[in-house]
Antibody, heavy 122, light 107 residues
Framework: EVQLVESGGGLVQPGVSLRLSCAASGFTFSSYAMNWVRQAPGKGLEWVSGISGSGGSTHYADSVKGRFTISRDNSEHTLFLQMNSLRAEDTAVYYC???????????????WGQGTLVTVSS | DIQMTQSPSSLSASVGDRVTITCRAS??????LAWYQQKPGKVPKLLIY???ILQSGVPSRFSGSGSGTDFTLTITSLQPEDVATYYCQKYSSAPLTFGGGTRVEIK
């Protein structure tokens, strides 16, 4: 069974950094692109960032480009999101999501983790 | 960037009704379109990918159609357990943008 477990969320002040992790199991991690999606309280889904299976290709939403960095450790089956210069508008539940099929980065997302809440407030 | 516009933003229908949700891309995306269901307080779940392929385990009352810029998600007979917000997403190119969502309620 595929499992994705996020961690690292919490309450932080504006301007600080936070690193999210997503521990994956139940599939050949290095064969699948992975993504981060966030959902602000009461709002819709926003794709944040994605990374290819090898880690050689990354993509970012304009809203986080230059502040967030996605990475992965295929030996540890873990996905990361380094978030710097956090702002109040980054407050959201952050989900990691696996590409539905192996190979191409451009895939639907399935499944999703349970999410981790990041609250940016002074 | 390609924008994804869903309509309506919310709807209320009776059990057994046919429900249709529309998603429009600002540019052509071929069939690189997915639909997700998010029940209240739950994690999003993939319903349909490649515009019309039902994900394993999803009830057959759900169907998707369309190509290019115009897509639809249809629930042929609405059930109480279908109360949720539905999102479309394009994955033809980055950014992998979601639509704004459609909240479905029971009348």
């Amino acid at each position: 069974e595929v499992q994705l477990v996020e961690s690292g969320g919490g309450l932080v002040q504006p301007g600080v950094s936070l690193r999210l992790s997503c521990a994956a199991s139940g599939f050949t991690f290095s064969s699948y692109a992975m993504n981060w999606v966030r959902q602000a309280p009461g709002k819709g889904l926003e794709w944040v960032s994605g990374i290819s299976g090898s880690g050689g290709s990354t993509h970012y939403a304009d809203s986080v480009k230059g502040r967030f960095t996605i990475s992965r450790d295929n030996s540890e089956h873990t996905l990361f999101l380094q978030m710097n210069s956090l702002r109040a508008e980054d407050t959201a539940v952050y989900y990691c999501a696996k590409a539905r099929a192996s190979g191409s980065y451009y895939n639907a997302f399935d499944p999703w983790g349970q999410g981790t809440l990041v609250t940016v407030s002074s | 960037d390609i924008q994804m516009t869903q309509s309506p933003s919310s709807l209320s229908a009776s059990v057994g009704d046919r429900v249709t949700i529309t998603c429009r891309a600002s540019q052509g995306i071929s069939n690189y379109l997915a639909w997700y269901q998010q029940k209240p307080g739950k994690v999003p779940k993939l319903l349909i990918y490649a515009a019309s392929i039902l994900q394993s385990g999803v009830p057959s009352r759900f169907s998707g159609s369309g190509s290019g810029t115009d897509f639809t998600l249809t629930i042929t007979s609405l059930q109480p357990e279908d109360v949720a917000t539905y999102y479309c997403q394009k994955y033809s190119s980055a950014p992998l943008t979601f639509g704004g969502g459609t909240r479905v309620e029971i009348k």
